[in-house]
Each structure stands twice: as C-alpha cells, then as structure tokens.
C-alpha cells in the first residue's frame, strides 16, 4: 500500500508542475523591453538634395578673365579690396616688382621698377643712360564688387633722384608697361602661395 500512495503522491506532483497555466512565462510585462527608436531620417518629402560642389582646384595659375585692362593705365581685378591687395602683393613680388612703401588704409604701393625690365623701346634705349629705377605709385581703389588699380609716376620729389644726375626722368609710358607686366602675371602666371 504504501508503493501506491507513493505512485499517487508523485503523479499528482508530476501533474501538477506539467500544467499549461504556468503564469510567469507566459505573462511578459514584467521584462525589461528595448528601448523605442525614433526613426529621424527624413521622409520622401523633407529630403533635401545637396547640388552644391566643392570648387575644384584650378589646373591653370592666375586669375584668367577675373582681370583686365580697361584703359592703358588702369587694371580691374574682380574681386573685393582685401582679396585683390593681397592678390596685387603676391603678383609684384612673382614679377620681381620692389615695394617700396605701402600704406593699406589709403590703397597705396610704392614700386620701383628696373628701367631694364621694361619692354618698351624708348625705355630699353634710355635704360643705358640711367641705373636708377623708376618710382611709380599704384592706387588701389573699391568699386562696386571690383577693385581697380591705377599706375602713375610718383610726384617730383620722390623722382628727385632720377632727375639730380641730368638723365631725363622716366616717362610715363612705363606705368603703362608696369601694368601690363603686371595684367600678364595676374592673368597667367599667379601663383598660390
């Protein structure tokens, strides 16, 4: 008897924990869940499509048709006063233009240029007359969205070296050439620094 109340016991054991009722695995509330994800990518409507580029590097040196020479003695640059001092700065020096004196504030550079490194031929012809160099005075104006640049010979005083030893003084056809040397290295040879 007793081996039959033992077989009893442990069916009814056995039964009782194979119940399909088994709550807490069934019930999930009580787990911890993921956390929700907010889908932030835009939809179809608020995309925005980016067309903008990055400017490629130039393959060419200077500024091409971002200069010009709108008189003989007056070069347009297209950009605003700062860019386009700094752009003069970097062509006088790639030309072998001496700065003598610079006031920013006035738009003014002071140059000197080697009477030997004009093209002209009256220049050419007096540049075995004289070792002194020409003064010329280079006027950097704003106007509008350009800036121009203006050459002319200094006043008499700064020219009176030229002048003390009985050579005539330069003439005024080498501003011209002083522009147009510098409008060819503007335009063409204009290096990065």
Not at 80 to 108: C, M, P, V, Y
Not at 123 to 128: D, G, H, P, V
Not at 140 to 153: F, I
Request: glycine letters at 6%; a negative charge.
């Amino acid at each position: 008897m007793r081996v039959i109340v033992k077989s009893l016991l442990l069916a009814g054991f056995l039964v009782s924990c194979g119940t399909t009722e088994e709550s807490r695995y069934r019930n999930t509330e009580a787990l911890e869940r993921p956390p929700t994800v907010i889908n932030s990518s835009p939809t179809k409507e608020q995309r925005v499509v980016d067309n903008s580029s990055i400017p490629k590097k130039k393959d060419r040196t200077g500024l091409g048709s971002d200069v010009y020479l709108s008189t003989p003695t007056q070069l347009v640059i297209k950009q605003s006063f700062g860019d386009a001092w700094n752009t003069l700065n970097r062509a006088l020096k790639q030309s072998g233009i001496k700065i003598t004196d610079h006031e920013r504030d006035k738009g003014l550079y002071y140059v000197t240029q080697d009477t030997a490194d004009r093209t002209s031929f009256f220049a050419k012809a007096t540049a075995f007359l004289s070792d002194d160099a020409a003064i010329y005075l280079l006027t950097v104006k704003q106007e509008g969205e350009e800036t121009t640049v203006t050459a002319t010979l200094a006043n008499a005083a700064e020219q009176s070296s030229a002048t003390q030893d009985g050579t005539p003084p330069p003439s005024a056809e080498g501003a011209e050439d002083l522009l147009q040397l510098l409008f060819k290295t503007l335009r063409d040879k204009l290096e990065e620094e």
